[in-house]
């Protein structure tokens, strides 16, 4: 049996798993399986942010801040 291939998954000291990631484009496919699609509106603020060189963290803010209401 041959061992799967790691892609992005992080591990602790200990070997436990902490996440994996996906790239933009497969995370598009995966969407778009479940009907979900980017507004040309979100696109343009993803390269907007690709532009400036947001953090994940900045990222998250920015889409917070866009979304809050009052």
Not at 32 to 61: N, Y
């Amino acid at each position: 049996m041959r061992a799967r291939k790691d892609h992005g998954s992080k591990k602790t000291a200990k070997g436990k798993r902490v996440g994996t990631r996906i790239g933009r484009q497969a995370f598009a496919a995966i969407s778009a399986v479940e009907g979900i699609r980017l507004s040309s509106e979100m696109k343009q603020r993803a390269a907007e942010f690709d532009r400036r060189g947001l953090t994940t963290a900045e990222r998250v803010r920015a889409i917070i801040a866009i979304h809050r209401k009052g």
